[in-house]
T-cell receptor, first 113, second 112 residues
């Protein structure tokens, strides 16, 4: 069974640009969550999608958005990039998203110059 | 919101036991998890424990939960160099959907 895949693995952007990251969950999983990992703030929850609907949202500005497609694949978008957005972005999938094991992908390393 | 804390570093000799500690603040938490992150990789689920349990053992891993003190620990028996990684505890409070709260992570170094 394939694990959670994230593309691209590495990305370099400049301030002001926008970026789209992709996450493909484990087959059959319908919940996809996104986390930002930085040395200073650690792992912080961005949002969770289930059946194409955003079900939960963390404390991030509106520049961070996401969506989920009918095949459960998810994308997150960051507009008007800032230096502080440099981070490892992790997505995690689970069956229903309630009190279950979450399986994480390898992450996308975003560097903003 | 929920606050989960861990010590930052732990160093042990190969073959010894490692104990990684974690404290959390939400007493209504129902599930607590341990994840492992190796350099350049995502998070790997190691084990989890339900809040109505005191202990869970899984091969070399033992999780202890003290609900009264809101303290969670992960013991790794016979620690190997391949266990060197960052270990995160994570809390899933009720009524937060699937929003995990992660600790700061403990960097475990195993000395050969």
């Amino acid at each position: 069974k394939a694990g959670v895949t994230q593309t691209p693995r590495y990305l370099i952007k400049t301030r002001g640009q926008q970026v789209t990251l992709s996450c493909s969950p484990i087959s059959g999983h319908r919940s996809v969550s996104w986390y930002q990992q930085t040395p200073g703030q650690g792992l912080q929850f961005l949002f969770e999608y289930f059946s194409e609907t955003q079900r939960n949202k963390g404390n991030f500005p509106g520049r961070f958005s996401g969506r989920q497609f009918s095949n459960s694949r998810s994308e997150m978008n960051v507009s008007t990039l800032e230096l502080g957005d440099s981070a490892l972005y992790l997505c995690a999938s689970s069956f229903t998203g309630y009190a279950e094991e979450q399986f994480f992908g390898p992450g996308t390393r975003l560097t903003v110059l | 919101g929920e606050d989960v804390e861990q010590s930052l570093f732990l160093s042990v000799r190969e073959g010894d036991s490692s104990v990684i500690n974690c404290t959390y603040t939400d007493s209504s938490s129902t599930y607590l998890y341990w994840y492992k992150q190796e350099p350049g990789a995502g998070l790997q689920l190691l084990t989890y424990i339900f809040s109505n349990m005191d202990m869970k053992q899984d091969q070399r891993l033992t999780v202890l939960l003290n609900k009264k003190d809101k303290h969670l620990s992960l013991r790794i028996a016979d620690t190997q160099t391949g266990d060197s990684a960052i270990y995160f505890c994570a809390d899933l409070p009720p009524n937060t959907g699937n929003q995990f709260y992660f600790g700061t992570g403990t960097s475990l170094t195993v000395i050969p």
